[in-house]
């Protein structure tokens, strides 16, 4: 039998034949697609993500190859409850499931403090330098009034007792003395006060 009469007689059947035959096809079709796309995207497979943290790379990087994993390192944080390098942080968590191949975010602690700039303060009014350094990351300042002529007028910035220059870089936890004139105007430099006497 050829093709042509097999065409021939399948012209032939009655429509409710037609209608049946199209129903199988398309459930056989739907039936071979949902098998291969479950193969295909791993389904009820999955892969717990390990507890890495604490953990150097090159260590956790075992970890990650003989789950099926791949990581990637988005950003750095400075914290002294671990040690430089170490993962802080992984996404999605530790304990998750998640299919094998996927990339995880980790979170490294910086190896060194994190350093900002020190702003050039100097005639600036009290508000302005104190947001000014604020933005630069620093949290812990003081402010130290010693007389001036003007009232709320920064002079300069300093650490542990000396004046730091301005764009010299500092850890952003130190504490720093934000100097600021207090306005009585009884400032008079040393050489007028000896003279005077």
């Known amino acids: 039998m050829s093709t042509k009469d097999i065409y021939q007689r399948f012209l032939c059947m009655p429509i409710i034949y037609h209608?049946?035959?199209?129903?199988?096809l398309t459930f056989l079709i739907l039936l071979l697609v949902l098998t291969l796309l479950g193969g295909y995207t791993k389904h009820n497979q999955a892969v717990v993500i390990p507890d890495v943290k604490g953990m150097q790379v090159a260590e956790a990087a075992v970890f990650f190859e003989n789950n099926g994993l791949r990581y990637q390192i988005v950003d750095s944080v400075y914290s002294r409850d671990v040690s430089p390098g170490a993962i802080v942080e992984v996404l999605p968590a530790v304990g998750s499931k998640v299919k094998e191949g996927r990339i995880?975010?980790?979170?490294?602690?910086?190896?060194?403090?994190?350093?900002?700039?020190?702003?050039?303060?100097?005639?600036?009014?009290?508000?302005q330098a104190y947001?000014?350094?604020q933005a630069q990351g620093f949290m812990l300042i003081e402010t130290k009034y010693v007389p001036g002529q003007f009232r709320d007028l920064a002079i300069r910035v300093e650490l542990n007792g000396?004046?730091?220059?301005?764009?010299s870089l500092v850890?952003?936890?130190?504490?720093?003395?934000l100097t600021v004139s207090d306005g009585n105007g009884n400032a008079l430099p040393d050489s007028i006060i000896a003279t005077e006497n």
């Open 162 to 167: 000396r004046t730091l220059n301005p764009g």
């Open 171 to 177: 850890p952003i936890s130190s504490a720093l003395v």
């Open 19 to 24: 209608i049946a035959a199209a129903a199988a």
């Open 104 to 127: 995880i975010s980790v979170t490294l602690n910086a190896t060194g403090e994190q350093r900002a700039e020190i702003p050039d303060v100097a005639d600036m009014s009290y508000r």
């Open 131 to 133: 947001a000014l350094i």
